[in-house]
């Protein structure tokens, strides 16, 4: 266990804080950035990524990350693996507790852990998870190769995760609680040219079935309620992907820093200053309604200049109090 003090650390390795830093190294702030276990952020579990500027051909998420973590780390960004799991924002300097049992004191905070899939809370999705029940269908899609899945959800999370998960299965229903769906429309013709993809309109996962007779627990089937007529089919299918949306990964901010009711930090207007003078915030952590690469690289950026500012103030405040 050791304790260490920095200037300004960032947390989370996504897209905001890896951008952050490169703004913030290249500012000669010395930045460290503290990753957890998904080094890299939600677009390590991505795969094609057709709108990141600059990128005319079809690029893959892991490998991007893989490139803006290097140029991070080349312009001379510190990196450290640890999961953070206490905050204490109150007093000066802001105070991090790693699991590792290591703390980090800092002078400024870029706040970038991102966000994370929802779940839908059924007793059998919670049983059945990593045994067939999956949210993130190209970390898993390929256990599915010949076999029939279902993708709960009507989003372009849902949208892009079903069409992946054709490329594996012989056939991908998708589930969703409306009648229309809410992802781009250039997706959802892909998707619904898609020959493979069944679309069950209206209805709700009710519960996933399964059985446990061979050494780990396998989902046999899906067991659906039509919302508007509460006629419940059952599927046979081996797989099941949830892809409801995400939640900010705030738990350990809470009663410290401002979120609203879903639990996103809220940012004054045009800046990614927080309620605490000295933390920013930057990505999908504060961004309820955009939350693509590109916008989190963006409020990156943002958050390590403002940070560059805070910091030369507190020096100049520093210099005439003194004289
Ligand atoms: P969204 O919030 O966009 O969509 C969530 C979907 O899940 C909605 O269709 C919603 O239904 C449904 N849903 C939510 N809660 C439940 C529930 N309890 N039961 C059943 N269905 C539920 O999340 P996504 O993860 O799809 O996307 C998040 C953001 O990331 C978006 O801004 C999206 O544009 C972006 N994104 C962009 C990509 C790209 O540009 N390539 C790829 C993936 C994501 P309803 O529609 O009825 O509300």
């Known amino acids: ?53 600059g990128f005319p ?33 109150q007093k000066k300097p802001f105070k991090l507790t790693g699991d590792s049992g290591n703390t980090y004191t800092c002078n400024a ?4 852990t991102g966000a994370e899939a929802k779940w839908l809370g059924l007793d059998s999705e919670l049983k059945y998870q990593g045994f067939g029940v999956s949210a993130c269908a190209t970390c898993d899609g390929f256990f599915y190769r010949g076999k029939q899945v279902a993708v709960v959800g009507g989003g372009n999370t849902a949208v892009e995760e079903a069409i992946y998960l ?19 429309k250039m997706l ?21 079935m399964g059985k446990h007779e061979g050494p780990m627990p396998e989902v046999t089937g899906i067991r659906v309620r039509n919302i508007k007529t509460d006629n419940i089919t059952e599927y046979s299918l081996e797989g099941v992907f949830i892809a409801i949306g995400h939640q900010p990964n705030t738990s350990i901010f809470v009663n410290q820093l401002k979120m609203d009711e879903e639990g996103y930090l809220i940012t004054q207007p045009d800046s990614t200053a927080t309620n605490i003078p000295g933390i920013f915030a ?31 103030n507190i020096v100049n405040q520093t210099t005439m109090a003194a004289q």
Not at 166 to 184: G, Q
Not at 193 to 206: Q, R
Request: with cysteine; aromatic share 4%.
């Open 1 to 53: 266990m050791s304790d260490h003090h920095y200037d300004v650390l960032i947390l989370g390795s996504g897209a905001a804080g890896l951008t952050a830093a490169i703004y913030a190294a290249r500012a000669n702030l010395e930045p460290t950035l503290i990753h957890g276990m998904q080094p890299g952020g939600q677009m390590t579990i991505t795969t094609d990524v057709e709108n990141f500027p």
């Open 57 to 89: 051909e079809i690029i893959q998420g892991p490998w991007l990350m893989e490139q803006i973590q290097a140029q991070a780390e080349g312009v001379g960004t510190n990196m450290i693996s640890d999961l953070i799991i206490e905050a204490n924002l």
């Open 109 to 112: 905070l870029i706040i970038s």
């Open 166 to 184: 054709t490329k594996h299965a012989t056939k991908v229903m998708l589930i969703h609680r409306r009648n229309s769906l809410r992802a781009e």
């Open 188 to 208: 959802q013709k892909r998707l619904l040219a898609n020959p493979k993809i069944e679309i069950i309109w209206d209805s709700a996962l009710e519960e996933v």
């Open 282 to 312: 930057a990505g999908d952590v504060q961004d309820n309604k955009f939350r693509q690469a590109v916008t989190a690289a963006g409020t990156g950026c943002m958050a390590a200049l403002e940070t560059e500012k805070y910091l030369a």
